[in-house]
């Protein structure tokens, strides 16, 4: 049995993970560390709670004398790292939290997995960190070699991270892989980016805020084959790699936006266009050529059947989402979008 120390399973990627990974991995333990910041939810971790081959600590990743702690009682065969602040906006308001827990974070949990014998560590990254490609050119992709050039405060942070993580590996040996995913969607998604948003303001009748003109495009990935990437990557990846993850599956924010309101019965008069995001990246997409050729990965959730997969999600289930909006990130949303 192998003890896997995953850090931000409250959160959405995170959470998924920890359950596809009981769920196909029942012979590992999965230790889960999250701070529970706002877009941490144990809410999301309830189904496996009584596992006993799960255990959730509440910690932040950034509490060195904390994480050496629970790496001397857990002793962890590896780590993966999807613990972060992740949204673009927020990052705008306020860097300060990205850079801790983004930055210094990944170098704490990298010096536990040096400290007690040089543990084999996996950094959750993004395609933001190799910034954006222009909306008339829909021959160029993000490949491994395309050099990081970073638009927002989260990407930065992200970026400043993943060159940590090739640090320790070159400096230390530390045994490392790094994944950089495009935009994920699915089940537990935080209601603050764009699909939950959508979906929750649709099924309230309220306005559905879009950016400038709607034409950004992004290339969206159910997170179930996300997490089945990452999981190839752990177990088959070579050390010191980058993988990208993507689906081909590119998307104008306009669209998304219009299918979710035709999928939900809605009038697309509840489409408000608001003002833009400030240095909004225009495209993202992926090339997955290398972890389908190395590693034998395919996204296999198709778009379309994935978008009702998810609202059908969010119809079912309810008082996850209304929980949410409900409670502190009522402030955030009449903040972001009140003036827009
Ligand atoms: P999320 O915001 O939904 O969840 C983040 C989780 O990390 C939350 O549970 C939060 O409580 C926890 N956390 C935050 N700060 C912490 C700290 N200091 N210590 C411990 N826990 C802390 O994020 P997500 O969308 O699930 O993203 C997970 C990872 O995947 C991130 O590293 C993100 O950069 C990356 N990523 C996300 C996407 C996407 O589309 N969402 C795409 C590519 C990569
Ligand atoms: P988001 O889900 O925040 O992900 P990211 O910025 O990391 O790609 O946003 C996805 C796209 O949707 C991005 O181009 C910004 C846009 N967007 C809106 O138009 N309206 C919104 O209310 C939000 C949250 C995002």
């Not at 939290?97 to 990254?125: E, P, W």
């Not at 990437?229 to 050390?239: E, H, M, P, Y």
């Not at 697309?268 to 909004?280: A, C, F, N, Q, W």
């Amino acid at each position: 049995m192998s003890t896997i120390i995953v850090t931000g399973g409250a959160g959405f990627i995170g959470g998924n993970f920890v359950h596809y990974h009981l769920r196909e991995h029942p012979e590992d333990r999965v230790v889960c560390i999250d701070k529970l910041t706002y877009a941490g939810n144990l809410s999301t971790l309830a189904p496996v709670m009584d596992n006993p081959n799960f255990r959730f600590v509440k910690l932040d990743i950034c509490d060195r004398e904390g994480v050496f702690a629970l790496f001397e009682e857990e002793k962890p065969d590896a780590v993966i790292n999807f613990a972060a602040e992740s949204h673009v906006d927020r990052s705008i308001e306020n860097p300060e939290i990205f850079l801790k827990t983004n930055i210094i974070g990944t170098a704490t949990m990298m010096d536990a997995c040096r400290a007690f014998g040089n543990i084999r560590y996996h950094q959750v990254s993004t395609d933001e960190v190799y910034g954006d490609l222009p909306l008339d050119r829909p021959d160029l992709f993000f490949t491994e070699t395309t050099p990081i050039h970073t638009s927002s405060p989260y990407s930065s942070s992200k970026a400043g991270a993943d060159l940590l993580v090739m640090a320790y590996h070159r400096t230390y040996d530390l045994p490392v892989t790094i994944s950089r995913c495009s935009n994920n969607y699915g089940p537990y998604h935080f209601p603050e980016k764009l699909i939950p948003l959508m979906i929750a303001n649709c099924l309230n009748d309220k306005p559905l805020p879009v950016y400038g003109e709607g034409k950004n495009v992004r290339d969206w990935l159910y997170v179930e084959d996300h997490c089945k990437a990452i999981d190839l990557i752990v177990r088959k990846g070579t050390i010191g790699e980058v993988y990208n993850v993507g689906g081909h599956n590119e998307m104008a924010n306009i669209d998304i936006v219009k299918l979710i309101i035709k999928e939900l019965g809605k009038d697309e008069s509840l489409i408000t266009y608001v003002t833009d995001r400030k240095g909004h990246d225009l495209r993202y997409a992926i090339d997955p050529t290398k972890i389908h050729n190395e590693l034998g990965w395919l996204p296999e959730t198709k778009f379309a059947d994935g978008i009702k997969k998810t609202i059908k999600w969010y119809l079912d289930n309810r008082s996850w989402w209304e929980e949410i909006i409900s409670g502190e990130y009522q402030n955030y949303y009449d903040k972001m979008y009140g003036n827009r």
